[in-house]
């Protein structure tokens, strides 16, 4: 149940659908009173949608809301409402109906919801845990090659999987976290690693949002869609933790309150991933990306440990990490020592860097066109980055808010754009 897909699936079109029809029964079963009926229904639906812009004023959901959202919740209130009426109403059918109604109306204002942020798309991504199973690692054969040109030299054989897979590291296989309560870990193989005498590949590593988890089901889809047109290649891919819990942000740096992140993140995680997978060794084809939150983490470490990171992306991240809550930010990451949150910006490393501390690594920078609160920042730093000698590429998604619309797009983008640096695709002519 806990990986049950639950925004590419019929189960919110079944559960609105039922709470419509629950509302017409229990407003049409006599003996009617339609005026007050409708009146409950229609009024409590105004209030929660201008509840839900109220709250987005004040900024309650760190951004502005998903133009379904709003829509979602007031109209799952208005037919729970609907439901409360015949609970409360005679005859006994129609309290079944109504207490019917307002589960599925519940239900299918919260699905709405989530499909509108189109994020998590399962209840372990909501409630942050690890649902997959454990991933069982292949062997370390690797074909020898240059890793510049495996586009022109792997021939895939036959009976070779038409996606990859996705497991958690966990167990046996779970990396070690050090300082550091990191949730376990997924994986991604492509196709191309799960044959025999498979070629070495390039390595990403992945952060998800906040509130969120090390789940890899939006960047499989996009390294499943680009694998399919080039004969199964694709980085191998880990999605790592760096909250410890959905309500957590240690900001991406080690620190006393909430653990040694950056040191899990930017020397565990690599080098478990020599030790133990059949990646590229040279840097340069490795990738530290993220999302929203692990964005701003990924443009941190990219730009402040360059010799580990060959490449990063950074998919609609904040402008620096802790943006939301500065104050808090400081106090709790950084003890108080501003100046120190402040050397932390992403924008200060870059810009402080010897000349030539970036040469040869890519910088990708993706934003939705209506993220009116992360977009700017996205913008302000990939300037910051061109002027600090990244080869800077930048991608909108056009009417597309801080939602998986936009990440969907973004790496549907940023992994074909990564692939000729990574070997992967010939270079743009």
């Not at 009617?32 to 009926?37: E, H, Y």
């Not at 070690?176 to 590593?205: C, E, F, I, K, M």
């Not at 501003?338 to 860097?353: D, E, G, L, R, T």
């Amino acid at each position: 149940m806990l990986s049950f897909e639950l925004i590419d699936s019929p189960l919110l079109i079944v559960c609105a659908v039922i709470a419509a029809l629950g509302a017409v029964a229990v407003i049409v079963w006599p003996p009617r009173r339609l005026v007050r009926t409708l009146v409950i229904g229609l009024g409590s639906g105004v209030v929660m949608y201008v509840v839900a812009r109220v709250l987005e004023h004040f900024g309650v959901f760190q951004g502005p809301l998903p133009s379904g959202a709003g829509l979602w919740a007031a109209g799952g209130v208005t037919a729970a409402a609907v439901g409360v009426v015949g609970i409360c109403r005679r005859p006994w059918g129609r309290r079944i109906v109504g207490s019917v109604t307002v589960l599925a109306s519940l239900l299918a204002a919260a699905l709405g919801v989530n499909a509108s942020y189109g994020v998590t798309h399962n209840l372990a991504a909501i409630l942050g845990v690890q649902a997959l199973d454990p991933a069982s690692l292949p062997q370390q054969n690797a074909a020898a090659g240059d890793p510049a040109t495996l586009y022109q030299t792997w021939e895939p054989p036959a009976g070779m999987p038409a996606k990859g897979t996705v497991s958690a590291l966990t167990g046996s296989t779970k990396i070690p976290t050090g300082q550091y309560a990191a949730r376990d870990a997924s994986l991604y193989l492509p196709p191309a690693a799960q044959v025999a005498n498979p070629p070495a590949l390039p390595l990403l590593v992945f952060m998800m949002g906040q509130p969120g988890s090390p789940d890899p089901t939006a960047l499989a889809k996009a390294l499943d869609a680009f694998a399919s047109t080039n004969k199964g290649l694709a980085p191998i891919a880990i999605v790592v933790d760096q909250l410890t819990a959905p309500d957590r942000d240690p900001a991406c740096v080690d620190s006393a309150k909430f653990g040694a992140v950056a040191t899990y993140i930017n020397q565990l995680v690599p080098q478990w991933a020599e030790q133990n997978l059949n990646i590229v060794k040279d840097h340069r084809y490795w990738t530290i990306g993220g999302f929203s939150n692990g964005g701003s983490c990924a443009v941190m470490y990219g730009a402040k440990y360059p010799d580990v990171w060959g490449q990063m992306l950074d998919v609609m991240g904040n402008e620096f990490p802790g943006s939301e809550h500065v104050d808090q930010t400081v106090a709790d990451v950084y003890n108080g020592d501003a100046a120190a949150f402040q050397a932390n910006k992403p924008s200060v490393i870059m810009s402080s860097a010897p000349a030539g501390t970036y040469a040869g690594h890519t910088a990708i920078f993706t934003w939705g066109s209506l993220d009116t609160t992360y977009g700017p920042g996205q913008l302000a730093n990939s300037q910051v980055a061109q002027a600090a000698g990244f080869t800077v590429l930048t991608h909108i998604v056009e009417g597309a808010g801080h939602t998986g619309e936009a990440l969907d797009g973004s790496l549907a983008f940023a992994i074909p754009a990564l692939a000729p640096t990574l070997g992967l695709a010939a270079p743009a002519s």
